[in-house]
């Protein structure tokens, strides 16, 4: 086997094992949140238990950063899975009296070491593949995802219906053994201390702001290391603020879908919603099949502008989901928000990873922490105004703020791509005195 098989194959073992933790995942996002209503017998538990979670990893997100420093990304993917396989087995061994205390460390242990796992996962990927493959193996890892999402959601009722909730947590803890023990078998290093050297993926000059390694930050602390590497990279902490924004703007319609599903059918309101996904997790899945190609066939990135045109494309979208409209309609905007929404976890993710080993972590775990306070805050605004206010509303100004910030990353980086377009253009342009214009080119 050639020297660059060998990675991939190990790369597509590494994601296999994702795909099986994240089945476990999207199982127990619907278990868990059906399983705090039926032991506390309150809504107001699973808003709360959801909170936990995304403060967790919002927390999380702040102190990734260090961590990829201090150790290398295997051992943190490696033991963010086994910390979450411990929890849930606590779950269900737990007595009856000591159920709430082991659903709170579930809330905080799943929410923080979901975002570790990711952080490492996303970081150390350009040194586990070869540098113009980087937009392969992230598609690869996002569709493994939008694949589990799919099984995980549409298995979850069944499961829980036929064989309990005890059943559906021993799943998901095997899921997460499962995931360890591919990071185990893995020669994968990753992060800063994993790396002699730091590392540095090729980029596409035309349409990504390349870091110059000399003018990189050489900071300490965790959050000025982080702020240091957006602010080294052109429109980069820009991208990382639409992000955050995107992550608002998806807490509408989250928090929307499942009362605008009960407005159209109230004797079965999941039937809407579990549709919708299925719809957008394909779309997903049919978007990175196009990627893949587009990036083999041309060698290319999609790049900053397909980040930008994605997100105005997918907040249209979901606007349009709960504008009305009839049901075959719905269906092709479902599938088209899922397309443009892989589209952006591409270009975002391989745009990142642009920076150097050191940097990629803290920007990576910076990035976490505004997707989370992003959609934490949403969740909390989105669910106060969905009580005075119809749910198109509130996903229309929630997606427009999103389309706003799109749009202005969208004219940064156009200017930004036209500056240097001029800049070369003058570089050709011939010295005045030069007899037959094929003189020296501007230094």
């Keep these: 086997m050639d020297d660059t098989a060998r990675p991939e194959r190990r790369y597509r073992f590494l994601v296999a094992g994702y795909a099986v933790s994240s089945y476990g995942t999207f199982l127990n996002t619907v278990a868990l949140n059906l399983f705090v209503y039926a032991t506390t017998g309150r809504a107001l538990a699973m808003g709360l238990f959801m909170a936990v979670r995304l403060a967790s990893g919002f927390a999380a997100g702040l102190a990734a950063g260090g961590l990829l420093a201090r150790f290398t990304a295997k051992s943190v993917m490696l033991w963010t899975n086994a910390a979450q396989a411990a929890v849930m087995l606590s779950l269900v061994l737990a007595p009856e009296g000591l159920r709430t205390g082991s659903l709170i460390a579930v809330s905080v242990v799943v929410g923080a070491c979901g975002t570790l796992f990711m952080v490492a996962l996303r970081s150390s990927v350009p040194e586990m593949v070869a540098p113009e493959r980087l937009t392969w193996a992230n598609s690869l890892s996002i569709t493994a995802r939008s694949v589990a999402m799919v099984a995980g959601f549409a298995s979850a009722g069944v499961v829980v219906s036929l064989v309990g909730y005890t059943a559906a947590f021993v799943i998901d803890t095997a899921t997460f053994v499962v995931c360890a023990v591919t990071v185990a078998l893995l020669p994968v290093a990753g992060g800063a201390a994993g790396t002699g050297a730091e590392a540095e993926p090729a980029r596409d000059a035309r349409t990504e702001p390349a870091v110059d390694a000399r003018t990189e930050p050489a900071g300490r602390g965790g959050m000025p290391v982080a702020l240091a590497a957006l ?20 807490s ?22 579990s ?26 990135a999609v790049g900053a502008l397909g980040f930008g045109y994605g997100t105005v494309v997918m907040s249209a979208a979901f606007i349009l989901a ?48 505004l997707e989370n306070l992003g959609f934490g805050v949403g969740m909390i605004i989105v669910a106060a ?16 703020a999103a389309i706003v910030v799109a749009l202005a990353f969208l004219l940064r980086v156009s200017a930004q791509q036209d500056g240097v377009q001029g800049v070369r253009h003058r570089v050709r342009q011939p010295r005045r005195g030069d007899r037959d214009g094929a003189g020296t080119p501007l230094g």
């Design 322 to 369: 709960f504008a009305g409209l009839p049901l075959a309609a719905t269906a092709v905007v479902a599938l088209v928000a899922g397309a443009a929404d892989g589209l952006t976890e591409v270009s975002y993710t391989s745009h990142l990873q642009t920076l150097s080993a050191r940097l990629r972590g803290h920007a990576f775990g910076l990035s976490a922490t």
């Design 231 to 250: 602010a080294a990279a052109p429109g980069l902490g820009l991208m990382v603020a639409l992000r955050g924004v995107d992550a608002f703007g998806s």
């Design 275 to 300: 549709t919708f996904w299925c719809l957008w997790a394909l779309g997903n899945i049919g978007a990175q099949q196009v990627i893949q190609r587009f990036a083999r066939r041309t060698g290319r």
């Design 385 to 400: 105004a969905l009580d005075g206010c119809s749910p198109l509303t509130v996903v229309a100004w929630s997606h427009g």
């Design 252 to 273: 509408s319609h989250n928090a929307a879908l499942p009362v605008h599903s009960s407005a159209l059918d109230v004797s079965h309101p999941a039937v809407f919603v």
